[in-house]
């Protein structure tokens, strides 16, 4: 603290806890940092769809929406560039039918959900420390995470099949899009 500068009493008495420090509405969140763990092995839908239901039950619902809509939209995103990839190559950039692409792309996943994961789960950290330092515990969160994987691979697949398909069934000649 500066020397010069006088402690007022008023300081002491200012509270520091804001509307966003209350208690009230958890329901048994979960930890965030867990959540990007499966960001990291599962990618941007599965731990989109963990983080959103984590905001609700830290919460802050209004929170929920954009982040599931973010993670759709960034997952089909990613699905629809691997799907075409795959099928079509990208020139200058990947082969059709390679194993690099897949690789790489399936890496372009996993970093853009840690790293948003990583952002999100800092927003909700002072929450669960929150919920925590009130006696409060987590859900179990097994269950939870594998109807999201379950669910993001599903999204997954319903975006990359049909370029896969439309690719063997010579709709189109190897290494042109459709």
């Not at 209004?62 to 699905?79: D, H, K, R, S, W």
């Not at 959900?113 to 929450?127: F, M, P």
């Not at 995470?145 to 069934?169: R, T």
Request: no cysteine; net charge positive.
């Amino acid at each position: 603290m500066d020397a010069n500068r006088q402690v007022d009493d008023d300081d002491i008495l200012t509270p520091s806890l804001t509307a966003h420090d209350d208690a009230v509405g958890f329901d048994r969140p979960w930890n965030p940092n867990y959540l990007v763990l499966v960001g990291a092995f599962f990618g941007v839908i599965p731990m989109g769809i963990l983080l959103a239901e984590n905001f609700k039950r830290l919460g802050r619902p209004q929170a929920y929406a954009p982040l599931l809509t973010f993670a759709f939209v960034a997952g089909v995103a990613l699905a629809a560039l691997a799907g075409y990839a795959h099928a079509y190559g990208i020139p200058g950039l990947y082969v059709a039918g390679s194993v690099d692409h897949r690789r790489g792309l399936r890496t372009a996943n996993m970093l853009l959900a840690v790293g948003v994961g990583l952002a999100i789960a800092h927003r909700q950290r002072r929450r669960w420390e929150i919920h925590t330092g009130h006696g409060g515990g987590s859900a179990p969160l097994l269950k939870h995470a594998l109807g999201a994987i379950v669910a993001g691979v599903a999204v997954q697949l319903m975006v990359a099949l049909p370029f896969a398909i439309s690719a063997s069934g010579g709709a189109s000649p190897a290494g042109s899009p459709p």
